[in-house]
Nanobody, 114 residues
Framework: QVQFVESGGGLVQPGGSLRLSCTASGFIFGAFAMKWYRQVPGKEREFVARIDETGRRKMYADSVQGRFIISRDNAKRMTFLQMNNLKPEDTAVYYC???????WGQGTQVTVDQ
């Protein structure tokens, strides 16, 4: 079945960086755009970034534009989110998914705090 496993989260100080990874299985990875989302308790999950099937076209939420970089490795069935200049408001659980999938992984917690 379709699965997404996120990793790489942790505690980081403001201004720091983290690189999230997502390993996908159960579908033809190279045929789908991939997305990252994040969610704070009590709020709806929000879009963070999208990368098309080829890895050439990328989109970002305004709140992360210029700080986050999405990438993918189709041979390894993985998607990445490089997060730089992190801010406290980036604190959330981060999830990845294929664009047309209704399945979610367990997410990875990112906490930005002194």
């Amino acid at each position: 079945q379709v699965q997404f496993v996120e990793s790489g989260g942790g505690l980081v100080q403001p201004g720091g960086s983290l690189r999230l990874s997502c390993t996908a299985s159960g579908f033809i990875f190279g045929a789908f755009a991939m997305k990252w989302y994040r969610q704070v308790p009590g709020k709806e999950r929000e879009f963070v970034a999208r990368i098309d099937e080829t890895g050439r076209r990328k989109m970002y939420a305004d709140s992360v534009q210029g700080r986050f970089i999405i990438s993918r490795d189709n041979a390894k069935r993985m998607t990445f989110l490089q997060m730089n200049n992190l801010k406290p408001e980036d604190t959330a659980v981060y999830y990845c998914k294929a664009e047309k999938s209704t399945t979610w992984g367990q997410g990875t917690q990112v906490t930005v705090d002194q």
